[in-house]
């Protein structure tokens, strides 16, 4: 970190600001302008809060040279992180794909589509049983039942699950789940995050709707913080002026999240785009972008479904999607730090 100290600051001030630094452990170079004075702080600037130093009355202006976050940084961690769910892994080259529908609506529905995900190629059946609403009067997704009625799909097929935690209170109900999902509007639900931290459990992180990199990398943090490193960063399209879809699918996330993370990155071109025609394309541009796996809802009678029926694609279109990807593999971008 960088301060730029004001022109002829009162040194008392900026000798409280030294010794406060000093106490954080941290190392101070000086460096004395004609105009300007700087002070180069080295060590862990992590727990320093920029905005405090920029508004202190000696300070001119500071700048972060490295990121606000530690553990989910490559620079802490060159290699690729490899998240292993019940044998599924995700990072290192891998590429998962996980499938199913937005929400599990009855023990037939969920059993059914996942025969037929598992059929056509996909590693982990996802299921939402508490389903986090625009409006209170839709579909809120049948909880508790819901996880139990997933739990069967996995026993028929042997696919592991994932579904949507909403509330720290609901964990005990996911104990049969093997990814937990934190959703888009609960990226910064930093307690359900500070709990999820202290289980050992993968994690499937979603960014927020408008949300940026790197404070979807803060949320990673959070949960790593307290110790579980099993983090998988998902990118689902973010709030853009564009209306024509229902959010903007964020390829350069990919890019950018692999550069400076070692957690595995996969997308949801679903819910990037809300509409089944266009979730084909964006899986392809996904694997080719590099991701290490993606994750797309498939029903079988999209029309009638109580959640997301429009960007839900039928097991026919799913079961093509997987051999294009197949296809693709071979020439997606291979990141190397
Ligand atoms: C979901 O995956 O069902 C979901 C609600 O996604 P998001 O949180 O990205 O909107
Ligand atoms: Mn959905």
Redesign the pocket.
Same mark, same amino acid.
């Given at each position: 970190m960088i301060i730029i100290l004001k022109k002829n600051p009162d040194p008392r001030q900026v000798n409280h600001l030294r010794t406060w630094l000093r106490d954080m452990d941290l190392e101070i170079h000086y460096s004395q302008g004609s105009s300007t004075s700087l002070m180069g702080l080295i060590g862990d600037t992590s727990g320093v809060d920029l905005d405090m130093i920029k508004s202190l009355d000696c300070v001119d202006d500071a700048k972060r040279i490295q990121e606000p976050y530690k553990m989910v940084s490559r620079r802490f961690h060159p290699e690729d992180t490899i998240v292993d769910v019940c044998g599924v892994k995700f990072g290192g080259g891998n590429f998962p794909i996980i499938a199913g529908p +937005? @929400?599990v609506e009855s023990e037939k529905q969920i059993c059914f589509i996942a025969e037929e995900v598992k059929k056509s190629g996909a590693h982990i059946l996802?299921g939402?049983a508490f389903?986090?609403r625009t409006s209170p009067y839709s579909f809120q997704g049948m909880r508790e039942e819901g996880l139990k009625m997933l739990v069967k799909a996995k026993e028929a097929t042997g696919l592991p699950i994932v579904s949507?935690i909403t509330d720290i209170s609901q964990i005990d109900l996911f104990k049969d789940v093997d990814l937990i999902?934190v959703?888009?509007?609960?990226m910064q639900n930093f307690e359900l995050l500070k709990g999820l931290g202290s289980i050992n459990k993968p994690i499937l992180l979603?960014?927020g709707?408008s949300s940026t990199l790197d404070e979807l990398l803060m949320s990673a943090e959070y949960i790593m913080n307290e110790g579980n490193p099993n983090v998988i960063l +998902?990118e689902?399209?973010i709030r853009t002026f564009e209306p024509s879809t229902k959010n903007t699918l964020d390829l350069s996330a990919i890019a950018y999240l692999k550069k400076k993370s070692h957690l595995p990155v996969i997308v $949801?071109p @679903?819910?990037a785009t809300g509409s089944s025609d266009l979730v084909v394309p964006m899986s392809l541009a996904a694997t080719a972008a590099g991701a290490d796996g993606i994750?797309v809802?498939v029903h079988n009678d999209p029309q009638h479904a109580l +959640? $997301?029926g429009p960007q839900a694609l039928k097991p026919e279109v799913f079961e093509k999607l997987v051999e294009s990807i197949n296809n693709i593999r071979p020439f997606a971008y291979e990141y190397k730090y």
């Open positions: +937005c @929400s996802r939402g389903k986090p949507e999902q959703g888009a509007r609960n979603k960014r709707l +998902c689902r399209g $949801d @679903s819910h994750m809802e +959640c $997301d």
